[in-house]
């Protein structure tokens, strides 16, 4: 039986397999750096975009504050003959850059202003804010004396009075020019909105507020008792993204090769036992041993399970040390194919076993889920001498998913291949394993066996599980019997097989064939304790002593 393929692939994909997860890592994190750059980006943007729609608006209306209290100090003016206060309000007009008009108004009448001099007009309806009795601002394109250009009005009433106080007109792109110049480089411009009207920076033309755009930071506050917005609006994001991109791309791509070369360096340890493994069964490091197991009514040795030792050139180490590593890799499914070649290979040549002599093999769950089993198992059954019964022991390091696999356990058996549940009681194994796959033999962990003559609460759980298979009708294997009054007890209860130290340690295939054939009570001292075949019915008291 051949080696099953894959294993010179699997090694030369050793390395492809670490500079992939290598190259995969640095891709990742060069793609994370870069969307972490592009939100860092986002917040920076809307951050700035905060700050300067906050300072925009504190700076205006603590500007707005100083001209409402230079406003104020004219208001006696009010009370005096335009021609006594003309040329006080056009000093006063002199004396600010912004400042382009001051005009006194009684009962909504307008009959005073620094550019115009007496006047008597109605102003109600084109400053409807001279009927209001508190501070109020608007914005304007023009007044009577002052044509078309962009203004902001300031109206101060008289206190406690409608219709008389002072209309203070400001040269709108003056008085803001300096507020809403932004020299942040992701911010591209500002806008100033009075209730419904609005100026942005640059322009200085007034809009309504239908026509701003919807994509900005606002701040919001009241100036003079006038509701007031600050709009701040950003570069497009692909712009600003597009002049960092030289430096975003620098550091993304030496973080990416940072972490692709701790990756490749970190998973050598990984995949070097992955790649030990596959060495190790190219090789053949991975040696077979059986031990032996017992028929209780006889003493007869009437099978073998299959186990396995990783021989390397310093030690042999045990399968409870390999076996899980081999599993966390995804190594199992390969290495039950490798151990079955190898007994395939091997027990041909033992065609002297007797007859019905049982051969055993682990299988792990992942190896059902492959849904290879069937076929894998087929083909050694064939490629074993027909004299030898092949056993299936199912393992339960991790959980059988029965709906799935119970079909194919039941075409073994229609193929005369035998099921055991291996470790019963202390995997995941329950009453609907028993009911839905209908095992030919169930084998009781050594953790239970150990329990017999202590007082552990296991115990119990011993006698159960051979009550449970004495009940179910299914063959009972122990396993673990290390002591006689182990061996004993397990008879007594009529348990059919037993398998353990107490009766043999694994030993090679030749070795077994030697025992087998021997008549020798014990083998010699370099070759395990092993119990020999029964020769009469005397021996079925399992109490024996050591030859002197």
């Known amino acids: 039986m051949e080696l099953q393929p894959g294993l010179m692939t699997s090694h030369q994909s050793y390395k492809k397999r670490r500079l992939g997860l290598s190259f995969g890592l640095g891709i990742l994190t060069f ?185 900005g930071i606002t701040s919001h506050g009241h100036v003079l008792s006038t509701p007031v917005k600050v709009h701040v609006y950003a570069r497009p994001m692909r712009d600003i993204i597009w002049d960092n991109a030289t430096s975003h791309i620098a550091v993304a791509l030496l973080l990416a090769l940072m972490v692709g070369t701790l990756t490749f360096s970190f998973s050598r340890k990984h995949f070097s036992v992955h790649n030990d493994l596959i060495l190790a069964m190219q090789r053949n490091e991975f040696i077979i041993k059986y031990q032996p197991i017992i028929q209780s009514d006889n003493l007869h040795c009437v099978g073998a399970e299959v186990l396995v030792r990783w021989q390397t050139a310093k030690r042999i180490i045990p399968p409870d040390v390999f076996i899980p590593l081999v599993e966390e890799l995804g190594l199992i499914v390969p290495f039950t194919r490798y151990v079955i ?134 063959a009972v294997v122990a396993e673990g019997v290390e002591t006689e009054e182990q061996a004993n007890y397990l008879l007594q209860r009529g348990v059919q097989f037993l398998q353990g130290f107490y009766f043999a340690r694994p030993i090679s295939m030749a070795e077994l064939q030697q025992w087998l054939n021997s008549k020798i009570i014990y083998p010699p001292a370099h070759v395990p304790r092993i119990m020999p075949i029964a020769k009469t019915a005397d021996s079925a008291n399992v109490r024996h002593k050591k030859a002197d």
């Open 31 to 215: 793609c994370l750096s870069l969307g972490a750059d592009i939100l860092l980006a986002h917040y920076k943007v809307e951050k700035a975009q905060w700050q300067y729609s906050q300072q925009i608006l504190q700076q205006f209306s603590a500007d707005l504050n100083k001209l409402a209290v230079v406003g104020q100090t004219l208001s006696p003016l009010l009370e005096q003959p335009c021609a006594q206060v003309e040329a006080r309000l056009q000093q006063q007009g002199a004396i600010s850059t912004t400042l382009r008009s001051i005009m006194l108004i009684d009962n909504q009448q307008l009959y005073c202003s620094s550019t115009l001099g007496t006047q008597q007009h109605d102003v109600s309806q084109r400053f409807p804010e001279v009927q209001h009795a508190t501070p109020h601002l608007r914005l304007l394109s023009g007044s009577l004396d002052l044509g078309t250009r962009p203004l902001m009005a300031l109206w101060l009433p008289q206190p406690g009075q409608t219709g008389k106080g002072i209309m203070l007109l400001f040269d709108l792109q003056q008085a803001i020019r300096f507020q809403l110049q932004l020299s942040h480089p992701y911010l591209s411009r500002a806008a100033l909105q009075i209730e419904q009207q609005a100026i942005v920076g640059g322009t200085y033309k007034i809009l309504s507020q239908e026509m701003l755009a919807e994509t």
């Open 341 to 474: 070649a190898h007994v395939a290979d091997e027990l041909p040549k033992s065609a002297q076993l007797p007859k019905d002599f049982k051969i055993s093999i682990n299988v792990g769950s992942e190896h059902l889920n492959n849904e290879q089993l069937f076929a894998d198992m087929l083909k050694f059954k064939h490629a074993l001498p027909a004299n030898l019964q092949l056993v299936v022991e199912l393992t339960e390091r991790t959980p059988i998913d029965i709906d799935a696999h119970a079909e194919q356990l039941q075409q073994l058996q229609r193929h005369a291949i035998k099921i055991a549940l291996d470790d019963f009681g202390s995997g995941h194994s329950s009453l609907s394993y028993l009911k839905k796959l209908h095992p030919d033999y169930i084998k009781i962990d050594k953790t239970f066996t150990a329990t017999i003559g202590t007082e552990a609460i296991t115990a119990t759980v011993l006698n159960m599980i051979i009550d449970l298979g004495q009940k179910l009708n299914i």
